[in-house]
Nanobody
Framework: QVQLVESGGGLVQAGGSLRLSCAASGSGFSINTWGWYRQTPGNERELVARITSGGNTNYVDSVKGRFTISRDIAKNTVHLQMNSLEPEDTAVYYC?????????????WGQGTQVTVSS
C-alpha cells in the first residue's frame, strides 16, 4: 500500500507564493507519474501540472509561467511551487501518483490541501 501525504496549503494574498509538497510512503514501488490536481465546489477535478518518470512536465494553460512542478526521486516527493497566485487559484489541491508495484500500475491520491488566495 502506498500513501500520499500533502503539506503546504494555506491562505495567501494575491501575488503571493505557496509551495505544496507530497510525499509517498510504502515499500516496493516506483513512481511513474506525479500530478497535482485541484477542485472547487461544484466543479470537476482538473489537472494543474504533471511530471513523468522521464522528467517531462505539463501544465494547464492558466498556471503556465507561474507554477512549477518538481520531484525528488530519492525522497519519493513532488512539489508544486506556486507564484503570482490569483484568487482564481483558490481550490483544494490534490496530489496524484501513478505507481508501479511489481509491474502493475495503481493510482493513488493525497487527502487534499486547501489553498485560498485573497484579493
Amino acid at each position: 500500500q502506498v500513501q500520499l501525504v500533502e503539506s503546504g496549503g494555506g491562505l495567501v494574498q494575491a501575488g503571493g507564493s505557496l509551495r505544496l509538497s507530497c510525499a509517498a510512503s510504502g515499500s516496493g514501488f516506483s513512481i511513474n507519474t506525479w500530478g497535482w490536481y485541484r477542485q472547487t465546489p461544484g466543479n470537476e477535478r482538473e489537472l494543474v501540472a504533471r511530471i513523468t518518470s522521464g522528467g517531462n512536465t505539463n501544465y494547464v494553460d492558466s498556471v503556465k509561467g507561474r507554477f512549477t512542478i518538481s520531484r525528488d526521486i530519492a525522497k519519493n516527493t513532488v512539489h508544486l511551487q506556486m507564484n503570482s497566485l490569483e484568487p482564481e487559484d483558490t481550490a483544494v489541491y490534490y496530489c496524484y501518483a501513478l505507481v508501479n508495484v511489481r509491474e502493475t500500475m495503481f493510482q493513488f491520491w493525497g487527502q487534499g490541501t486547501q489553498v485560498t488566495v485573497s484579493s
